[in-house]
């Protein structure tokens, strides 16, 4: 029986403090034990006490993630594992995956690299799969929103009697931020993209994490929204969404595992959205955001300040119809908190707590949160701080 429910991996980094602070303060913190993890002993031990302070205590694991030896150890003594130790491509992520697929442990990061998601999948899918480790990729706002939002729509679909072929996302609201995670992972982007390691076209396929796919349409790019149009079955004005690379390519594995294909997804941002966060950070001055000019480089545990963690929203609307769309299904997710950071870390607290004291789907692999929990996750985020975090309408 391992020592602890749940360990928080990465717990100095500035998404992992925050994560710290939501376990400690949760209404369910008696029903689990937990542990934070991380390489820095004396940070820990200040974390530790800090936790303390506002809620529940947590148990004290230093590890080094390029230690295979010692990630086992830490992996040995927990029930699930959520690693927020970013970037996963750098920050050895697969030591940590790959001691959880094999020992059966459930496992959840935030990782937005396309390129270690697949790794991942092709070296761990079948493993996890035998022990039973449910191993849930980008589990915070890429891409839950979206992910369970397709979900949601095609359920409601087929709950008229409609099977989607068409599938779409378009974020009517995202005032988010900047820190220097984010920089890094952008940065690991970058030299990826560059690298001559991968084959011809890995890097602009939009089924990347869903090898052998039954694919919707040869011409289906990554995002799926590649030009500023008017959307009829929005009915807002659209265009490319810098988080849809990732986004997509999570929610074409959710379709592929789930047996939706063939079914398009294309995923955008209204021109509004764009307006409104520009507004909020113009209204409070220059700073963190997305998408705006950045007049500083934030580093490695760096975010953005509490009011703006505060302030920060997101919304998005997703639609799915049938081959002849004749009929449809329009929902809603919405959320409070700046996206990246607060509301990311409760997602993702969420999540460790639904593998951990929820039921959930019977099945193992290198899941999406969608796959791996679906309408467990719904409403458990539905009803966390009381109803006053995130919201799952049905519109249509």
Request: one cysteine or more; a neutral charge.
């Amino acid at each position: 029986m391992a020592a602890y429910d749940i360990v928080l991996h990465g717990a100095t980094g500035f998404v992992g403090k925050l994560v710290v602070d939501y376990l400690a303060r949760h209404p369910q913190s008696s029903r689990f034990s937990w542990a934070i993890a991380g390489r820095n002993a004396d940070k820990l031990a200040r974390i530790r006490e800090s936790a303390g302070a506002r809620g529940t205590e947590p148990g004290v694991i230093v590890t080094q993630a390029a230690d295979k030896a010692s990630v086992e150890a830490m992996v040995s003594q927990a029930a699930v594992v959520l690693n927020a130790a970013g970037p996963y491509s750098i920050c050895h992520g697969d030591n940590v995956v790959g001691a959880c697929a094999v020992s059966g442990t459930h496992y959840a990061d935030l990782s937005g690299e396309y390129w270690y998601q697949r790794r991942m999948i092709d070296e761990y899918h079948e493993e996890a799969e035998r022990t039973g480790a449910k191993i849930v990729l980008a589990a915070g706002v890429d891409s839950i929103p979206s992910d369970l939002g397709v979900q949601l729509a095609i359920e409601h679909l087929a709950s008229k009697g409609g099977r989607a072929r068409h599938a779409k996302a378009l974020f009517t609201s995202y005032a988010g931020s900047f820190s220097g995670g984010t920089r890094r992972s952008m940065q690991a982007r970058k030299r990826i993209t560059q690298s001559p390691e991968y084959e011809p076209g890995f890097h602009t396929d939009p089924y990347v994490l869903a090898p052998g796919a039954e694919r919707s349409d040869d011409s289906e790019t990554v995002s799926g929204w590649d030009s500023r149009r008017f959307d009829a079955d929005f009915r807002r004005f659209g265009g490319p969404f810098f988080m849809a690379p990732i986004n997509a390519r999570v929610v074409r594995r959710s379709l592929a595992l789930d047996g939706h294909l063939p079914c398009t997804y294309a995923e955008g941002i209204s021109t509004g959205a764009w307006l409104k966060a520009s507004w909020l950070w113009l209204s409070r001055g220059f700073g963190y955001f997305v998408g705006a000019p950045i007049p500083m480089k934030p580093e490695s545990g760096e975010g953005p300040p509490p009011w703006l963690q505060r302030a920060g929203s997101f919304c998005a609307r997703v639609h799915a119809s049938t081959d002849d769309r004749t009929q449809s299904a329009l929902v809603e997710v919405r959320g409070a908190g700046d996206p990246g950071y607060l509301a990311t870390s409760k997602m993702f607290s969420e999540v460790g707590l639904a593998l951990l004291l929820d039921e959930s789907l019977p099945r193992g692999g290198i899941l999406t949160p969608a796959t791996a929990l679906g309408a467990t996750l719904r409403q458990r985020l539905a009803k966390a701080e009381e109803g006053q975090f995130m919201q799952f309408r049905i519109l249509n």
